[in-house]
T-cell receptor, first 115, second 114 residues
Framework: NAGVTQTPKFRVLKTGQSMTLLCAQDMNHEYMYWYRQDPGMGLRLIHYSVGEGTTAKGEVPDGYNVSRLKKQNFLLGLESAAPSQTSVYFC??????????????FGPGTRLTVL | KQEVTQIPAALSVPEGENLVLNCSFTDSAIYNLQWFRQDPGKGLTSLLLIQSSQREQTSGRLNASLDKSSGRSTLYIAASQPGDSATYLCAVEGVGGSQGNLIFGKGTKLSVKP
């Protein structure tokens, strides 16, 4: 099993450009998450999904959109990139949610730089 | 608002030493606490998950404890090896807030010298 994979691994954008980050998991997990990791800030939740076709906002959702058209995929979109969105983005998935058994498994990350 | 603190921010030890990493959280209403390892430029690897009703979990040379009432967890690493060098993160999932939202500490960067 590949676990959680992310595409691309690196990307450089100019301010105002758009892009989509793809996350895929092969563990048949119901729940998926997008986090961003910034120096001195730790990891923060952007959006999450509790199942195919459903998404919800996390702690820092502004400037991002997400879609979960298939259970195994969770897409993170930036419509108009800003330098403040320079970060490392991690996708995660889990079998359950808001329970004692919510062990989250993370992908390798996407390093995004916005110039 | 839940806050997670990890002390120390960095730790350097000689190979073979037993060590303890600390994690504290401000709100004891949690579902679980999870410890992760992150190697430079890599993703997070889940090490241990402690359910809110548990007091400890063990995996190989790792032992994590949880004292929910005092808002503390420790990660004990026995007989440390250079391959243990990494940043260790703890995270809690609180009862309130966004579902599945893990609140992370900023990590302890561990260096084990040969």
């Amino acid at each position: 099993n590949a676990g959680v994979t992310q595409t691309p691994k690196f990307r450089v954008l100019k301010t105002g450009q758009s892009m989509t980050l793809l996350c895929a998991q092969d563990m048949n997990h119901e729940y998926m998450y997008w986090y961003r990791q910034d120096p001195g800030m730790g990891l923060r939740l952007i959006h999450y999904s509790v199942g195919e076709g459903t998404t919800a906002k996390g702690e820092v959702p502004d400037g991002y959109n997400v879609s979960r058209l298939k259970k195994q995929n969770f897409l993170l979109g930036l419509e108009s990139a800003a330098p403040s969105q320079t970060s490392v983005y991690f996708c995660a998935s889990s079998y359950s949610i808001s329970s004692s058994y919510n062990e989250q498994f993370f992908g390798p990350g996407t390093r995004l730089t916005v110039l | 608002k839940q806050e997670v603190t990890q002390i120390p921010a960095a730790l350097s030890v000689p190979e073979g030493e037993n060590l303890v990493l600390n994690c504290s959280f401000t709100d004891s209403a949690i579902y679980n606490l999870q410890w992760f390892r992150q190697d430079p430029g890599k993703g997070l690897t889940s090490l241990l998950l402690i359910q809110s009703s548990q007091r400890e979990q063990t995996s190989g040379r790792l032992n994590a404890s949880l004292d929910k009432s005092s808002g503390r967890s420790t990660l004990y690493i026995a007989a440390s090896q250079p391959g243990d060098s990494a940043t260790y993160l703890c995270a809690v999932e609180g009862v309130g807030g966004s579902q599945g939202n893990l609140i992370f500490g900023k990590g302890t960067k561990l260096s084990v010298k040969p």
